[in-house]
């Protein structure tokens, strides 16, 4: 995985050249990503979902994360990642299936990791549980589903912990999780690239309603 080639830019998203994945975060490198968030609004109370990140990844075992993202390789288009949705979750989807929400710097710096991305993120709307998703147990080890409101009250301060609710992967187990997280349990996206892609959804919630 980190020999894949990626491009990387200036935070303005100016072209610069390509070079390893490994290179990439060794030396915090502008790259772009694509961050996809799903969103069952069939109830009256809208449901994030988060994936678990299975416990063998090199980076962020065992954190929640976005429902599904990854990296963008050289020459792909930011579509082309709608190939990690199938892979990580066995959902395929199309560009007619999802809503541009925007494009947002999000960096994770932990030592010695530099990751300073371009993520541009969208929305799925479903109501399709989150049972019902074949997991790629190399990557995902889990799904949950958090009440949206609650998920916002977190990223912005105004609440400690969440209520997440869905199953882990066990072998050939699925074990049932319901129990209130905070940040320290989420992948540390920055603060602002969180507070940015909240007010995005929320736009796009009240639009697709």
Known sequence: MNNEMISYFTHAKKPLGSTSREQIHQNGLWHETFHLWMINNNNREPQIYLQLRSQTKKDFPNLFDITAAGHLHSKETTLDGLREVEEELGMALSSDDIYFIGQFLDRIHTKP??????????????????????????EVAGMVAIPFHQFKEVCFGLSNSMVASGYKEEGNQRIALEYEITLDDLVPHSLSYLKQTVIALEDALQRHV
Do not use: R
Request: glycine share 0%.
């Open 113 to 138: 990791f530099l990751d300073n991305e371009i993520a541009s993120s969208y929305v799925h709307f479903t109501s399709q549980l989150i049972e019902s998703f074949s997991l790629q147990k190399e």
